[in-house]
Every structure is written in structure tokens, then in C-alpha cells.
């Protein structure tokens, strides 16, 4: 572990010189990991553009940097969202050089702000919602980060924890091949259950209809499990325009009953395998080799972002079925682009309904995060 005598300074992020620092400390930190894929710029902007995001319709954040000297060594977010429903707050965006003095005043920076705000549990990292990017690497170091997930150092576990920190729950990251074989016993439900169920694919001309439809699912889905905070229409309007860039129609999967829609699935190609080489800018001409990238040459991994069965469903035997009739669709089409891999993510490692089917189909636990909390009022 490194050592320094220079004392750690933790700063408010003011100026836009401390918002590029709060965007480029990463590339010191990450600068000899392999694995590490720079995030777009622009995009990261948007994230924190308190305008662009319609996350902070609902919540309030704060952001600071840790400095040693005139360097920045780590950086910090601690964020309080309105519809949590309880009386937690979060940190998020954490990176530091490995060195306990940074990672210890960067999140008591973030604890004294959310207790000032009458906050009892500190819980994340939530980058910046837990339906964004959220948790901590703690396993999988050896591959990149997939769309939309996190990367991390293995120091980073341990420096959390020397805070104080406990884990509060782990997210899973699953593999497969797209060609998986389902077993016979399955396909052979699934195939009976077809027979009352009709599964369409995205419709591009009805796209708001559709995506409010995905919304609804989704929240009724996942409205019992642990930390949820339901998608407003505007935060899932953003997720749409994601959507109906990258995304074709096919990999849009949504299964109806009786012309109820009850369960859907989408898979992203990963963008991370197209941009890993742009050092996070698309200009001047790396918006040509993205384009290129994902409309021609086509990425060979993917991932499943969203999926959801209706709560109704998730103690029948009509549920497993639902999850499995989307996904095989979905994959029909990740092969016909010649995709290999497809990571299903995030998956609480409580979910055993869920990870029952993923481990069914040949899915194999390869990366996991970690939600760390605190007790504010008892530290």
C-alpha cells in the first residue's frame, strides 16, 4: 500500500477545473489496469448535469475531490433521492489511489454531509441511482466492465471496509454463450406455455407506447426487491433514447397474455467492446469508428440490461416460462449478428428464482459487486 505524509485534502467540486479533475482522476488510478475501459466524456457530463439528468427531478447530490498537493487522488458523490423508501442516503462515483487516507476522508466528506442531512444509513456505491450504474467490483477483475456496469481495483474492497463499511448486498454478473442449449424439460415448458402466450418485438412506430409499457413492467417486476426505486417516465425516456439508438427492433422482446403485456427482456450490444480504444472522446473522428463499429462490424458481446416478469407471475409456474421465452428470442437474434457472449446483469445474489433459471441455461457467475453500508448514527 502507498504511503504519504502529505496531507489529504477533500474539496467541493466548484469550478469547471474541479469537474475535469472529477472526470480525469480516473486515468491516473486506472492508468496500468488492461481491463479498464474510459467512460464517453460526454456522456459522464450529461450524468452529472443536474439539467440533462432527470434523476435530479427527484434527488440532490454533492461531489468532492480528494487532493494531495495540487493533485487530485480520488473523488467521491454522496447523493439523497426522494423516492427511497427509507431514511438512507448514498455515496457513489468512488475512486481513489490506493491509499486508506483518501478512501477514509473522502467517504466521512460524504457521511458528516448526508448526517447534516438528517440521514441514519449510508448505503452504495449508487452511481448515481441504483438504476444506473451501481456497486463495487469485488470479484472479476481479469475481464473489461460490460455496458452500463462498473469497474474497479481489487484494493478497493478492502479500503471500503477499513471505513467502517459492511456489506449490505451483492449484485451478479452472469455469462453465457448465445448459443446455449436450454434443457429439454424447460424448452418443453416454455413451448407449452406459448400456446397462450404471444411475444412481439419492439414497434419502432409506437416506440413512447412501448417504452411505457417496459416502465410499467419493470417497476411492477421489481417493486418487492430490495432497495428498489421505481423508473420515473422521464429517467425511463432517457433509457429509451439509448434504446432506439443501439438497439434493433428484435432485441426488444415483450411477451403478452390475452394482449396484456407481461414480461420483456432487452439486450444491448456492448459498447464498451466499440469504444475501448477512443480514450472517451468522439471527436474528431471517433464517432466514425462507433458508428462503424456497432452498425457494421457489430460487437461480439452483449448484455441484457433490463427484464422483467409481472409480480403476479413470480410464484406460478407460468413465470419462469415468461423469463425464458423472452430471453430465447432475444437470443435468436444475438446470434443472427454473430454475438458469442451475453452477460445477464445485475442479478441480487438473493434473487434464487432468477439465478436458478440463468444457472439452467448454462450461465456462470463471473463478476460481482458489492453494496456496502454504515450506520450514521452510531459512528
Known amino acids: 500500500m502507498e504511503n504519504s505524509a502529505d496531507t489529504i485534502r477533500v474539496i467541493p467540486v466548484t469550478t469547471r477545473q474541479h469537474k475535469n479533475q472529477f472526470l480525469d482522476v480516473t486515468r491516473l488510478i486506472y492508468q496500468n489496469d488492461p481491463h479498464w475501459i474510459a467512460p464517453l466524456r460526454f456522456e459522464m457530463r450529461q450524468r452529472l448535469s443536474e439539467k440533462k439528468n432527470p434523476f435530479f427531478r427527484h434527488a440532490y447530490a454533492k461531489t468532492w475531490l480528494a487532493m494531495r498537493g495540487t493533485q487530485p487522488v480520488g473523488r467521491i458523490s454522496a447523493q439523497i433521492d426522494s423516492l427511497q423508501s427509507d431514511d438512507s442516503g448514498h455515496f457513489g462515483l468512488l475512486e481513489g ?19 447534516g442531512k438528517g440521514v441514519s444509513t449510508i448505503r452504495g456505491p449508487y452511481n448515481l441511482s441504483i438504476n444506473e450504474e451501481c456497486g463495487m467490483l469485488v470479484d472479476g477483475f481479469d475481464t473489461p466492465p460490460c455496458i452500463m456496469m462498473s469497474h474497479a481495483l481489487p484494493y478497493y474492497k478492502s479500503l471500503i471496509s477499513n471505513a467502517g463499511y459492511g456489506k449490505a448486498m451483492d449484485l451478479l454478473a452472469y455469462l453465457i454463450p448465445s448459443d446455449f442449449e436450454a434443457p429439454k424439460v424447460m424448452a418443453r415448458l416454455a413451448e407449452r406455455a406459448l400456446k397462450k402466450v404471444n411475444v412481439r418485438t419492439l414497434r419502432r412506430k409506437h416506440l413512447q407506447e412501448d417504452l411505457e409499457i417496459l416502465r410499467d413492467i419493470f417497476n411492477d417486476a421489481w417493486s418487492e426487491n430490495w432497495d428498489f426505486v421505481p423508473f420515473t417516465r422521464e429517467e425511463f425516456q432517457d433509457i429509451g433514447q439509448m434504446i432506439s439508438l443501439l438497439v434493433d427492433d428484435d432485441l426488444v422482446q415483450i411477451a403478452e397474455i390475452d394482449q396484456r403485456p407481461v414480461a420483456f427482456v432487452v439486450a444491448m450490444p456492448n459498447i464498451n467492446e466499440a469504444i475501448r480504444d477512443l480514450n472517451g472522446k468522439l471527436l474528431p473522428f471517433g464517432w466514425v469508428k462507433l458508428l462503424w463499429r456497432l452498425k457494421v462490424k457489430y460487437p461480439k458481446s452483449a448484455r441484457t440490461p433490463l427484464l422483467g416478469v409481472r409480480k403476479q407471475y413470480h410464484h406460478t409456474p407460468l413465470g419462469p416460462s415468461l423469463a425464458f421465452i423472452v430471453i430465447e428470442k432475444v437470443r435468436r437474434g444475438l446470434v443472427n449478428r454473430n454475438v458469442s457472449d451475453v ?27 458489492r453494496i456496502y453500508e454504515k450506520n450514521l448514527s452510531q459512528s
Do not use: C, P
Open 343 to 369: 452477460e445477464l446483469s445485475w442479478i441480487l445474489e438473493t434473487n434464487e428464482g432468477m439465478r436458478n433459471i440463468v444457472e439452467t441455461i448454462g450461465g456462470i457467475e463471473y463478476k460481482r459487486y
Open 97 to 115: 489511489i490506493n491509499n486508506q487516507a483518501v478512501f477514509s476522508a473522502l467517504l466521512e466528506q460524504a457521511e458528516n454531509w448526508l448526517r
